[in-house]
Structure formats: C-alpha cells, structure tokens
C-alpha cells in the first residue's frame, strides 16, 4: 500500500508555531514517525506541504492520478475556506483521514466550520501529532 500525508500552509512552522495549541513537535518530526509506523504496517508514507492553495489542489489531483490508497489531510487553514480542496477531494475513492492537531471545536467559532469534513472518510481533531498515527492506523484497517 501507498498513502500520501498532505500538510497545508504554515504547518511547515510546526515546532515555533503557537507551540501550546500545535506543540513542539517540528513537521519532519511528525513524518518521519508516520514513515517509521508505516514500515511497520507494510505501507508505504509520502509526505508533502505547501503553503499554496493550488500546490494542495495540484498534490491531490496527483493523488488520483497514482491511485494512491490512502490520504491523510490537514488542510490547517483552509479547511475553514477552501472549496478547491473539497472539490480536489471528491475525485478520490480511497479512504481520506482529516487530522487536526488542536480541537478545532474547542476554538473561535470561524474553526467550527470545515469545509471537508463532508467529503472525508472520517476526522481527527485535538490529539496532536497522535491524531496522525492513529489516521495511518485506522487506513491501514479500512484498506484491508
Ligand atoms: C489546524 C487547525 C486550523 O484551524 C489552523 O488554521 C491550523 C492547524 C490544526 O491542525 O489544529 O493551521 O488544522
């Protein structure tokens, strides 16, 4: 098997970033956990970041494309806003994990809202970096 891990913009700060809601963690910390639990589990973890809205829309076409069998999203931000990205989404038929790091619930009611949650197979939100290993696990599952 093969999934993609597609992080979305300023997630690439992680480490310095607002460290008490993103945690201290640095990005290429976080993938190279999610690589070294999917060695474990036979599966084979890409990684990939943009800041741009377009490079996500582009990386998720690529996914289709390779038909990968799993995504694994964050869009940070434009989860709140970004039709593109459900739109991109809506292509695929693989199983798609939204992750979040904070719970967005628990935050400013303007991230109450995603956009893709109704379009993804399920969403993990406030488990930190956790939320991403568990979404690999959970893929694992529904991929059979
Ligand atoms: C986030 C939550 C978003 O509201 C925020 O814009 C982010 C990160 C999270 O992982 O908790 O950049 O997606």
Not at 86 to 113: G, M, T, W
């Amino acid at each position: 098997y093969s999934i993609v891990v597609i992080h979305g913009p300023n997630l690439n700060m992680l480490g310095q970033r607002e460290p008490e809601t993103y945690g201290v963690e640095t990005l290429d910390t976080i993938n190279q956990a999610l690589k070294a639990l999917g060695c474990q589990l036979g599966i084979e973890v890409t990684d990939f970041q943009s800041n741009s809205e377009g490079a996500i829309v582009t990386a998720i076409h690529q996914a289709f494309e390779q038909k990968i069998d799993g995504v694994i999203i964050n869009p940070a931000a434009y989860t709140h806003t970004s039709v593109a990205i459900k739109d991109a989404l809506l292509l695929l038929h693989c199983p798609v994990i939204e992750v979040h790091l904070s719970n967005i619930y628990k935050r400013e009611a303007f991230r109450h809202q995603s956009m893709v949650s109704d379009v993804v197979t399920a969403q993990i939100t406030g488990l930190g970096s956790l939320g991403y290993r568990l979404a690999l696990g959970a893929l694992k599952e529904l991929m059979g």
